[in-house]
Each structure stands twice: as structure tokens, then as C-alpha cells.
């Protein structure tokens, strides 16, 4: 069992519930039920069609549940001895189930009404309803998966494209969580001779090579948590999604761009209302990235108090940008409009989109500046859709820093993950700049000791319950 079971688990011995499938009508519905009542419960209000004798209630002990069975029957009031619903019951008796705990699903149609009724009849029995992502929760305090597998669970379910969904599936396979033990136990061995040697300060060269606590550091601790702070790069926009934002002046062609992209890729709508030009946000997958793309309302000076909010907005959403699809019009000359515009967007990653290249006969009919030379450009015709093939190639060459980057079987660490293996690394390599200018064995205890803690987090080994509560509170409910 973890070690925080006993402080976060104070729930010990409730049984929770809740349904498990999306709101709506559909083909099955499932409620989940998880703890030690969770059979007792199932007991009450269960009453499987037998065989060999139909009316006979089914009244099994513990004992005459198998797990991992699926049990055909109904869902009975048992105040009324109201039928709810014809169902199917899959027991899964602890340990071997999802939390570890004696779990019972009751597949069910899917209808509200239907689902929300057996659920009361659940909660009346004694579970009360889970919160979101507890059923996870348990799962990683009884030990089942460390913190990274449960955090791949939410990335499975909001997966949004198939690479991101490849990512996920590496680490709640549990890949990260073997990476890090691999570097912690490392790290371990060597501060235990590290304090060994503190203790018995005349054995030292024997208790420990320094030479080889350097080689080890270096090549199995450093350069594995270099490497896999340079996959969050690499990868992260695969997992997160890129954030791309169309800019240029009016009637360069912004909405027609963003219409064309989301002919064939459309995953999902939103409009962010709240001007008279809103922007428009949508999110669609562009070589395997999640890709969320905003047309903007404008950037240009204004009095107008309301276009200014919209102007403000636009900026907003150009800070937090990962790329900037800066639009110009091919057909008519450069003006300080667009000059401007690129003064606002200059400190961004950028790609130059020179629009409307089907009514330029020849060259364009402007000279890019100098200082645009370097910007990634690309001429396309957004009406016609002319060579947006390629302009979805040079975005997602632009922001992923590696071609090619190959999503399956790599482990891409969260920022949660790359935030604390940062400050490992810190740790690591001012523990082995210690070693090599011979600090006193006690400061380099105290380095390793971070180095270890800052991994620990990651794998959830020790973490503050705040962290936790956030982490699960980003699950549904019946996750
Ligand atoms: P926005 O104000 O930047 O969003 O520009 P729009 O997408 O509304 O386009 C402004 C005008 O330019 C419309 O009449 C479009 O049909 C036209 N337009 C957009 N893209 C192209 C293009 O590639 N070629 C040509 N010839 N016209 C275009």
C-alpha cells in the first residue's frame, strides 16, 4: 500500500458510486460501485435470473461471487420490489479490480432517468457518490498505479488525436514510473555509501569510489534526466496541443484560412463570445497534433471602447501562443499596417502566410524586409485552397523540434513531471560538481536527498495532498 494511504485514505472502508458513462442515451450505461460494501450493496438490489429456478432470488455469499464474472438479472427495489432495470452485474473482487477494492459495474441501458434511479437505489443501499477521479484516487493509494499511470488515464480519455492517445498508452503502461525508479535507485545506492561513509569517516575509500559515483551520476542520472526533459520539448505540444493564433490585417484572408483548415480536420467548436468581433476558437488535428487555432479580431489602434476589448483579447491570446500564423495579402503591396502588426507578434515563433497567391501573376508583388527573411514563409491561396498541404507540413515542422518525431514508445514527461525533473538535474549536478571538488560528504547527502525527493513527486511517492486533490480533480466523475 502507498505510503499516504493512511492520511489521504480517510475514507477508509466507504463504499463509493457513481455512473460511469457520458451523460446522455446510448447503448449501455454503467454505474460503478467500489469498496467493501460494494458486493452487500449489489446483494440488495440485484436478483439474478436463474436458470433452473426463475423466481428464486439469487442470495450468494461473498463466496458465490466469482470474480471477474458477469452476472445476467434485474435491478429490484427491494422496498417496492419494483423492477428498474434488466441488467448485466461484472463483479471484480479485490484486489483484481480497478481499485483494488471489491468493485461491482452494473451495465445497464443508458437513459438519465434509468441510470439516475438505480444510482439512488445504490446510494440509498449505503455507497455514497464518488467524487471526480476517486476511483483513480483509490487505484493509485492502494498501490495499483503510481501518480504518472494515473495522470495517463486523463490523457487517454482526453486524447484528441492518435498521437497524443500513443503517448498516454506508453505511460499508463507504466514507463515513466520504471525510468524514474531506474535513476532513484541509483541515486539511492550511492547515498547510502555517501552516509556510510559520514558514519565511518576512516573507511571511506573503501566504502565508496568516487570516481565511479561521478561516472554513474553523470551517465545514468544526468544525461537520462537531460534526455527526458529534452523529449517534454520535443513532445509536449503532441500531448498538450499547439496553440496557434491567425494575425493580419483586416481582409488578408484569416476567416478563409481558418475555414479551409476546419473543412476536413473540425474536432470541436467554440466561440469565445464577449465582443462584437469574437474570437473564434477552434480545435483540429494537424499531423497528428491537437491543434488550437484562433482567428483574431484585429491589432490595430482603435477608440472604440468595445473593439478595444476585442484588441486586447486578441493580444492576450497571441502572449500565450505557441505559433503565429502571421497573414499577409500577396496581391497588393506591404503597408504599416502590416509592419505594425508584426511589431506586436515579432517576439513569437512565426510563420509568414502570403495569401492569395492565385491572383499573383509573377513574383509577389512586394520585397519581404530583411529582417523577414528568416521567418518559415509560404505562399498559399486560402480561397482555393492552394498548398495548405504544405502549409500544415511547415506548421508542424515549426513546432516540433525534431521531424519525424516518433510519439510511440517514447516517454514525453507533463510539465508537472518536467518542472520537478528540473530541479532534480539541479540537484544531481551540483551533487556531483560537489563530489569532484571534494565537498564535505554531508552538503552532497543533502543534494542526493533532493535530487531523490524531486522524483518522488513525480511518481507521487511523496507528495502533499493539495497536489493530489488538484491532480484527481481534473477527472470525470466515475473515473
Ligand atoms: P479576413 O478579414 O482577414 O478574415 O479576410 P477574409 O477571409 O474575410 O477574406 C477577405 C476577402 O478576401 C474575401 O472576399 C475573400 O474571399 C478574399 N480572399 C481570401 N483568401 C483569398 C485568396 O486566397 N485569394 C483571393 N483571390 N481572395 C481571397
Not at 482526453?158 to 506508453?170: D, W
Not at 500544415?392 to 518525431?405: G, N, P, R, T, Y
Request: glycine share 6%; with cysteine; proline share 4%.
Amino acid at each position: 500500500m502507498n505510503s499516504l494511504s493512511i492520511s489521504l485514505f480517510g475514507m477508509n472502508g466507504s463504499t463509493i458510486a457513481a455512473i460511469a458513462t457520458p451523460v446522455g442515451s446510448g447503448g449501455i450505461g454503467i454505474i460503478r460501485i467500489s469498496g467493501e460494501d460494494a458486493l452487500s450493496i449489489a446483494l440488495n438490489i440485484f436478483r439474478r435470473s436463474h436458470p433452473l429456478s426463475p423466481a428464486a432470488p439469487f442470495e450468494p455469499t461473498r463466496g458465490a461471487f466469482k470474480s471477474c464474472t458477469l452476472y445476467h438479472g434485474y435491478i429490484v427495489d427491494p422496498e417496492n420490489r419494483r423492477v428498474l432495470d434488466e441488467v448485466l452485474l461484472a463483479v471484480m473482487i479485490a484486489p483484481n479490480s480497478y481499485t483494488r477494492e471489491d468493485v461491482v459495474e452494473i451495465q445497464a441501458h443508458c437513459g438519465y432517468i434509468v441510470l439516475n434511479s438505480i444510482l439512488e437505489l445504490v446510494l440509498k443501499s449505503g455507497a455514497r457518490l464518488a467524487e471526480p477521479g476517486e476511483f483513480t484516487k483509490r487505484a493509485y493509494i492502494n498501490g495499483r498505479i503510481d501518480l504518472t499511470q494515473a495522470e495517463a488515464v486523463i490523457d487517454v480519455i482526453n486524447a484528441k488525436t492518435n498521437k497524443s492517445l500513443e503517448i498516454a498508452v506508453v505511460q499508463i503502461a507504466g514507463d515513466m514510473r520504471m525510468c524514474i525508479e531506474t535513476i532513484r535507485d541509483l541515486l539511492l545506492h550511492i547515498l547510502i555509501e555517501i552516509e556510510a561513509s559520514i558514519d565511518f569517516p576512516d573507511d571511506t575509500k573503501e566504502i565508496i569510489d568516487t570516481d565511479v559515483a561521478i561516472e554513474v551520476i553523470q551517465s545514468k542520472v544526468i544525461d537520462v534526466l537531460k534526455g527526458l526533459i529534452d523529449q517534454y520539448k520535443n513532445g509536449h505540444i503532441l500531448r498538450d496541443g499547439l496553440k496557434v493564433v491567425i494575425a493580419g490585417k483586416p481582409n488578408v484572408g484569416k476567416s478563409s484560412l481558418m475555414n479551409r483548415l476546419l473543412q476536413k480536420d473540425r474536432v470541436i467548436v467554440t466561440s469565445i463570445p464577449g465582443t462584437t468581433r469574437d474570437l473564434i476558437e477552434e480545435t483540429l488535428s494537424i499531423r497528428g497534433i491537437p491543434v488550437n487555432i484562433t482567428d483574431t479580431a484585429g491589432l490595430h489602434e482603435t477608440n472604440d471602447p468595445i473593439e478595444a476589448i476585442g484588441i486586447k483579447k486578441t493580444c492576450e491570446y497571441i502572449n500565450n501562443s505557441d505559433l503565429v500564423l502571421f497573414m499577409v495579402d500577396g496581391s497588393c503591396p506591404l503597408t504599416n499596417e502590416d509592419y505594425e502588426i508584426y511589431k506586436k507578434i515579432k517576439d513569437k515563433r512565426l510563420i509568414l502566410v502570403i495569401n492569395k497567391s492565385d491572383i499573383v501573376v509573377d513574383e509577389l508583388n512586394f520585397d519581404i524586409p530583411d529582417y523577414w527573411v528568416k521567418i518559415p514563409k509560404i505562399k498559399i491561396s486560402a480561397l482555393y485552397n492552394e498548398r495548405l498541404d504544405l502549409l500544415k507540413d511547415l506548421i508542424a515542422k515549426v513546432s516540433l523540434s525534431e521531424e519525424d518525431f516518433d510519439a510511440e514508445n517514447t516517454i514525453i514527461p507533463n510539465l508537472r513531471h518536467k518542472l520537478a525533473l528540473d530541479r532534480s538535474l539541479l540537484s544531481a549536478s551540483s551533487a556531483v560538481e560537489g563530489i569532484k571538488t571534494g565537498v564535505p560528504f554531508e552538503l552532497i547527502a543533502i543534494d542526493i536527498k533532493e535530487a531523490i525527493d524531486c522524483l518522488d513527486e513525480i511518481t507521487g511517492a511523496a507528495l502533499n495532498e493539495d497536489v493530489i486533490d488538484q491532480i484527481f480533480s481534473r477527472f470525470c466523475i466515475g473515473k
